[in-house]
């Protein structure tokens, strides 16, 4: 087994350092977000780091790098307070990929990878039209990570849009059945297929299968 210490990480080579941390948090959901700014300019980007924050009332939340450079998804967030998240799946997934390019400040990515805006009546921030599960946020507050310049945005869902038979009778999202890819690090994509889903763990119980 290799041990490789704090030290020893610094030291590495910074784009060999950049891969080897991004992906031993290991498998994470592929999404793009979709917002628009004050001029109407529209920007997409695809993200690994969106986690749930909780389901009364419903919030999502994301990590979004330092900004020391433009970051068009955060400044459209800012200003408009909207913001959409967009599942990706394996037919779009090379535009999903190159929407990571360092496109000119309010270039849309969703016209330079080929991807549809699409908007609904309660919802100003564009959808990925192509995408099979949606998800419509509202911004209510960010977080500055103080150990790397980082920012935690976090927002809450006020629109879902899915295909009804991805949803079954107790509630549960079938992210498989969807097509949902997952990522490992900046550049790895993976297929999901469910091993089974277990019953809600008590002391003393033996684990039991959902449904059994």
């Given amino acids: 087994m290799k041990k490789i210490s704090f ?7 910074q784009r060999y350092r950049s891969t080897l941390l991004n992906s031993l948090s290991g498998f994470k959901n592929a999404h793009l977000i979709g917002t628009v700014g004050l001029r109407k300019d529209t920007n997409l980007g695809i993200f690994s780091s969106i986690v749930h924050i909780g389901a009364n009332p419903p919030h999502l939340g994301f990590i979004m790098r330092p900004l020391t450079v433009p970051r068009g998804t955060y400044h459209n967030i800012k200003a408009k307070k909207y913001f959409t998240v967009n599942h990706v799946n394996e037919e779009i997934l090379d535009r999903a990929h190159q929407t990571s390019a360092n496109y000119p400040w309010r270039t849309s990515e969703f016209e330079e990878c ?5 908007y609904t009546d309660r919802h100003p921030a564009p959808y990925v039209k192509e995408s099979k599960v ?5 911004f209510v507050e960010e977080h500055h990570i103080k150990a790397n310049g980082t920012l ?5 869902v006020v629109e879902v849009i899915l295909p009804e038979e991805l949803i079954t009778d107790d509630g549960y999202f079938q992210a498989a059945e969807a097509g949902s890819l997952a990522c490992n690090g900046l550049d790895a994509y993976y297929r999901t297929e469910q091993i089974k889903r277990l019953a809600y763990a008590r002391p003393g119980q033996e684990v039991k299968l ?3």
């Fill in 7 to 13: 030290e020893e990480i610094m030291d590495m080579e």
């Fill in 114 to 118: 080929n991807l549809t805006e699409e």
């Fill in 134 to 138: 949606k998800l419509g946020l509202e």
């Fill in 152 to 156: 935690f945005l976090v927002g809450k």
């Fill in 210 to 212: 959902v449904g059994g």
